[in-house]
């Protein structure tokens, strides 16, 4: 970021307002090509990793090589979709819920540091401002179901948005004890308080057990969050035909679809830069690897272990859901966070 | 001379938005058209300086205390337009609350002496929690067992409405009434 602002002021002649400006653009429009990048990618990549999980191929012809061109394929047909809107649907906002949902995740990831320095917003509270500004998703979720007018529509949302607000609990305590250890709020710090390879990390259980614990709960919270299996009870195609986007086709689903992939990626990039990490190499000679791609393939496997678990486990109901939020989860991360500081405290590893 | 177009900007996102919670025939638009003014109050909060405030205020108020409401009001009945009341009694009352509730306002506002300076752009998490652990930890820990009463009568709430009727529950209540 500093390089940049430096080549629009020092080389372009910009002043500081206009090279912030030109920065903050540049980054934006960077983050929303990786991001829709990466939602095609991801899609190829779900269609592979179920087939794989199931015994069958998956896409094989488009682009000849495994249906690589699959995804952009689909892309194509969706855009030439017909925009449909239910007449009984509230227009207004049946058009804003999608944009609502999207943006909830794009404002998201620009707090995400993909190497050192290379954020598009690097501020102080990073991983709280990631965390707030995904409860936008919720709402979008909600304005989704209601304005369809439609009952499938409408339990989709409810179910979607009492899971994401019971889950954004255990979630966010998850990352208090790596908070506690980093002593900042700030991914770039809690990145760089880890370096020196994988003895570092914050997975590491010898260091702290309970982060170890913290990784599981996160991990399990962030399926949940992102409404896939097998908590995908917004979702369920055997009983509410598919959950808030029922009634969205085109574009508009595309939306959906996209928020979804980003949000998947995103919720594996924080537990990549929280627990593993971030960009760090995981063993010393790997230095040669550019951080960016550690950061990446990092991400990416964390996605493949989502996807392993969404193909290979039944959907739970909806009590056992809960259940398994408020009297499981939300007490093991409450006693990670105690467990954590006592543990940090004993061992004198407190900044 | 950008501060000003934020400022401005920031304003409008609060109060049109606002207008339309107050005005709007249709109670979920109302319920919607709130994000925008909690939004524009975290902007508000951010424009100052205020990070910490900033966030906490989009956690709490859009994150939680908004994605409530919506669920009350979308599972409340809407009536249907045109049958609503508009007769004087309905308009009366508010008003009067509402023109006492600007008067205070307008008076606190103009009475006390606002501490007026450049907003600071440091982080102010860190000092935060060093006042909330340190100066402020009594009222601190008050609102948390506050909150803790509040947890634990909601709790009791609802359960006592899911075993209401039932004669085991009826029972049980007599038998803890007894001294």
């Keep these: 970021m500093k390089l940049m602002y430096d080549f629009f002021t020092g080389q372009l002649g910009l002043g500081a307002a206009g090279a912030n400006i030109t920065v903050a653009a540049v980054m934006a429009v960077i983050m929303f090509t990786v991001m829709a990048l990466c939602a095609i990618i991801l899609t190829w990549m779900e269609r592979k990793v179920a087939g794989f999980m199931q015994s069958r191929y998956g896409p094989m012809y488009t682009g000849r090589f495994h249906g690589w061109a699959q995804a952009v394929a689909d892309m194509l047909k969706i855009l030439g979709k017909e925009d449909i809107i239910p007449a009984e649907a509230d227009k207004g906002l049946f058009k804003f819920a999608p944009i609502l949902v999207l943006l909830g995740s794009l404002l998201a990831w620009a707090a995400i540091p993909w190497a050192p320095d290379f954020v598009a917003a690097d501020f102080d509270l990073g991983l709280f401002y990631i965390f707030a500004v995904s409860s936008l998703v919720v709402i979008g979720i909600l304005m989704a179901g209601w304005a369809s007018n439609n009952k499938w529509s409408l339990y989709g949302a409810a179910r979607g948005a009492a899971q994401m607000i019971s889950y954004e609990i255990p979630l966010a305590l998850a990352v208090v004890p790596v908070v506690m250890r980093a002593g900042s709020l700030n991914p770039q710090d809690i990145v760089i308080a880890q370096q020196g390879g994988i003895w570092h990390w914050n997975i590491n259980p010898i260091t702290n057990p309970f982060l170890f614990i913290a990784f599981f709960m996160y991990f399990i919270a962030s399926i949940a969050e992102t409404n896939r299996g097998p908590f995908d009870m917004p979702e369920t195609e055997s009983e509410l035909v598919a959950g808030y986007h029922t009634e969205y086709t085109g574009m508009r689903f595309a939306f959906f679809f996209l928020a979804e992939y980003a949000n998947l990626f995103l919720v594996s990039m924080i537990a990549a830069l929280v627990f593993l990490g971030g960009w760090w190499a995981p063993f010393p000679g790997m230095g040669w690897i550019p951080p960016a791609l550690n950061f990446i393939i990092k991400g990416v496997l964390l996605v493949f272990l989502n996807m392993w678990v969404r193909w290979t486990l039944p959907r739970v109901r909806v009590d056992q859901l809960m259940h398994l939020c408020w009297k499981v989860m939300i007490p093991v991360s409450l006693l990670c966070v105690v467990g954590a500081g006592v543990w940090m405290m004993a061992w004198g590893q407190l900044k | ?179």
């Design chain 2, 1 to 179: 001379m950008i501060r000003d177009l934020v400022f401005v900007l920031l304003a409008l996102l609060t109060v049109v938005p606002a207008f339309w919670v107050v005005f709007s025939r249709n109670i979920v638009h109302a319920g919607f058209a709130l994000l925008f003014t909690l939004v524009g109050v975290a902007g508000f909060y951010g424009f100052l300086g205020a990070d910490f405030l900033a966030v906490t205020q989009l956690m709490v108020y859009v994150g939680g205390v908004l994605v409530l409401v919506l669920f009350t009001v979308m599972m409340t009945h809407v009536p249907a337009v045109g049958r609503r009341r508009h007769g004087l009694d309905r308009l009366v009352p508010p008003a009067v609350f509402a023109a006492a509730v600007f008067g205070v306002l307008y008076k606190v506002i103009t009475v006390v002496k606002w501490n007026v300076g450049e907003a600071s752009t440091s982080p102010t998490t860190a000092e935060i929690g060093t006042q909330l652990m340190t100066n402020y930890v009594f009222p601190f820990e008050y609102v948390s067992i506050v909150l803790l009463a509040a947890m634990v009568g909601a709790a009791i709430l609802i359960r006592e409405r899911s075993h209401a009727g039932s004669d085991d529950a009826i029972a049980e209540e007599k038998q803890e009434a007894r001294p």
